[in-house]
């Protein structure tokens, strides 16, 4: 059997087309530091999130010396804290945020960094974020939770540890 040349051509071309999506795809999964959000958060009851001595009073809890701990709740149509008033951490920190949902699945993405979880209801995502200079990052509903869903967003403002004071801190 005989394979004309131009047959040959667009055979090589197609199999190093293949090569390089596997290639693609295997880098997304395993070379960009992404992790698929595990069971280390744990769970809580979605509906008496009130009574959780965290959730109960969801905020920046500080953890260690420049370690903290936020807590939020993803809710129809809001972050607590992240919409009303934002989250605040000092630069140059470790800060893990513990997150979850009393009601429906929602997302939780910090624009402009790899942080992106769902929050499901009963189930705690942990992500851990290290935090450079003083900026300010958006909060993103990522998954849709409703018919309000394209209004549910946030803010963390990353601010200096010379501003950053106790009162900051929720605890």
């Known amino acids: 059997m005989e394979i004309h040349r131009y047959e040959k051509i667009w055979l090589a071309g197609a199999l190093l087309l293949i090569v390089g999506f596997i290639a693609t795809v295997s880098y997304g999964a395993v070379g960009a530091g992404i992790a698929m959000v595990d069971d280390e958060g744990g769970q809580v009851d979605p509906a008496s999130l009130d009574d959780h001595p965290r959730f109960g009073e969801p905020g920046t809890y500080q953890s260690g010396e420049n370690e903290y701990d936020v807590y ?3 809710r129809q149509f809001l972050f607590e804290p992240g919409t009303s008033e934002p989250i605040r ?7 893990t945020f513990h997150v979850t ?24 995502a942990t992500i851990t974020v290290e935090f450079g200079e003083p900026t300010e990052y958006g909060l993103l509903c990522n998954e849709y939770c409703g018919s309000a869903h394209h209004a549910m967003e946030g803010k963390i403002e990353v601010v200096p540890q010379s501003e950053w ?5 929720v605890n």
């Open 72 to 74: 939020v709740v993803a």
């Open 89 to 95: 951490v000092p630069a140059h920190s470790t800060v």
């Open 101 to 124: 949902s009393p009601d429906v699945i929602h997302g939780f993405e910090i624009v402009g960094t790899n942080a992106n979880t769902m929050a499901i209801p009963g189930q705690v």
């Open 165 to 169: 004071n106790e009162s900051m801190v």
